[in-house]
């Protein structure tokens, strides 16, 4: 389970669902490919971000190669993606295969295994909040942070068979640079993303067309009886303001030694505004502080 957990805090994966769009004949390359993720997570010239944040629930599998063994977990997640004033922040909270907790402010990661009574506590300030640090040029530091950037970090192509069985193009990224634990990463683009992305949007009309009148009250109207009309309902998590689906179904990240995680997000929610409490994590009285200096010692 150890190994479960540190596989995790290297390899942050991203996926969502989205709204459907109907299918269109367009010529969509790599580039088009490419610039939608990179366009959803880049801030623009008044520094707004399209996806600063977003919340959910994932499913994760890891699969240790030596061992010849899967392992698999879910649960909820929230993350605030990193900017030139604030480092990556996330929370993820595990439902199985047993019940933990993985939180970080950007300065300390608490690993909390509620079985045990046991919370692992580390400094990450030297990886995310150190002197001179940016989240574009320093993306390769943690893949998350670098989502707005990474035909600059990975040589990109499609991988083997370029689409998914639902017909979502299949992006392979090898490092330019060598990064710890991280050979290459599958990522896995949205179809309806990139349709969205490359469709011309309308503009909008320069006149309003005008409002007919609304017709004089009489008792001899014809309306529905009261609660016939089904309830409003939305088609948008909410506090999710955008126009178009989440781009990053699934991410797969392989290691050096062969090793790989999934990981997958459903009912995304994105700019939510997610409290700063939510990513720092309170102690509960009566847990044992470990350092990771202090695993492997005895006890």
């Known amino acids: 389970m150890k190994r479960f957990v540190a596989l995790f805090t290297w390899f942050a994966l991203c996926f969502a669902g989205g709204p459907s769009f109907a299918a269109q004949q367009v010529n969509i390359g790599l580039k088009d490919v490419i610039a939608t993720v990179e366009k959803s997570f880049k801030a623009d010239s008044g520094g707004n971000v399209p996806i600063s944040e977003f919340s959910g629930d994932f499913f994760q599998r890891t699969i240790l190669s030596k061992e010849r063994r899967e392992m698999r977990g879910d649960g909820q997640v929230a993350v605030r993606l990193a900017t030139a004033n604030s480092p990556l922040m996330y929370r993820f909270q595990y439902y199985r295969p047993y019940q933990q907790e993985i939180v970080s402010d950007g300065n300390s990661l608490w690993i909390y295994h509620p079985e045990n009574r046991e919370v692992i506590l580390s400094d990450v300030s030297f ?31 499609y991988a083997s068979g370029q689409l998914d069985a639902a017909g979502n193009y ?77 781009p990053i179904l699934s991410t797969t990240v392989e290691d050096q030694d062969g090793n790989s995680t999934t990981m997958e997000f459903a009912n995304i929610s994105i700019n939510n505004r997610t409290s700063q409490s939510d990513f720092s994590f309170l102690i509960p009285p009566g847990v044992q502080v470990v350092k990771p200096s202090e695993l492997n010692q005895p006890r």
């Open 127 to 157: 990886i995310y909040n150190r002197p001179g640090f940016n989240p574009d040029r320093d993306s390769a530091v943690n893949f998350l942070q670098g989502l707005g950037r990474i035909s600059k970090d990975f040589q990109i192509n």
């Open 170 to 246: 299949v992006l392979e990224l090898n490092p330019r640079r060598s990064m710890l634990n991280t050979r290459r990463i599958l990522l896995v683009v949205s179809r309806d993303s990139v349709i969205a992305f490359i469709t011309p949007k309308a503009p909008p009309a320069a006149v309003p067309a005008p409002v007919p009148p609304r017709p004089a009250y009489s008792p001899t109207m014809n309306r529905p009886a009261f609660g016939a009309q089904p309830p409003f309902t939305s088609t948008q998590p909410f506090g999710a303001p955008q126009a178009e689906p989440f």
